[in-house]
């Protein structure tokens, strides 16, 4: 449980993030239109609200399956050590994979996740964020795809969490600390 007051104020609309996911999926249908199935492989926790509404828009046969990697724990700064805590429960050599990533904030959990993936021999693999932060990259990985780019703001909802609160909201917001100083 955080142990600072916090506020949240709205940075991107559910309304604005549905016609995102939209537009997203219509550029996955396209990138993929030739697959048998495509493997959707959700970064759990984060993404699931992101994958279930994604997954929805994308009008292509679909597996759904989870991994779920950890760099965070309940802080707001990555601790820069993936650990994976539970792993696919389907194969994926010579299958086409779509892996979707709630934020890409340092780039450690993606570029070890599509390491991870890439030594399974997919046919295809692509990647999709929802949210990107590249003022903090510190490892060289980009999405194929991306929602949005935004600034170096701790946020949360729409799955994303701040100690496991906030998932939730039906929108992103940004993460206000009470005891920071509040711009006009």
């Known amino acids: 449980m955080p142990t600072r007051p916090?506020?949240?104020?709205?940075?991107?609309?559910?309304?604005t993030i549905a016609a995102r996911v939209e537009a997203l999926s219509k550029d996955i249908h396209d990138a993929f239109s030739d697959t048998d199935k495509l493997v959707v492989v959700g970064l759990l926790r984060g993404s699931f609200v992101?994958?279930?509404?994604?997954?929805r828009e994308i009008d292509l046969p679909i597996e759904v399956?989870?991994?779920?990697?950890?760099?965070y724990g309940d802080s707001t700064e990555s601790s820069r050590e993936v650990r994976i805590l539970k792993d696919l429960r389907g194969a994926i050599h010579h299958r086409d994979v779509l892996v979707v990533e709630d934020i890409v904030d340092t780039?450690?959990?993606?570029?070890h996740v599509v390491?991870?993936?890439?030594?399974r021999r997919p046919a295809r693999l692509k990647t999709i964020a929802l949210l990107d932060k590249?003022?903090?990259?510190?490892?060289?990985?980009?999405?194929?795809w991306t929602g949005?780019?935004?600034p170096d703001e701790f946020v949360v909802g729409y799955g994303i969490d701040?100690?496991?609160r906030n998932r939730n909201l039906p929108y992103i917001g940004k993460v206000r600390f009470s005891d920071e100083e509040q711009g006009t």
């Open 115 to 119: 390491g991870l993936l890439k030594a």
């Open 65 to 71: 399956d989870f991994i779920e990697a950890s760099s």
């Open 50 to 55: 992101f994958i279930a509404d994604l997954v």
């Open 6 to 15: 916090y506020v949240i104020d709205e940075m991107i609309s559910a309304k």
């Open 134 to 144: 590249p003022s903090r990259r510190e490892v060289d990985i980009q999405a194929d």
């Open 162 to 164: 701040f100690a496991q």
């Open 148 to 150: 949005f780019e935004i």
């Open 107 to 111: 780039g450690y959990t993606l570029k």
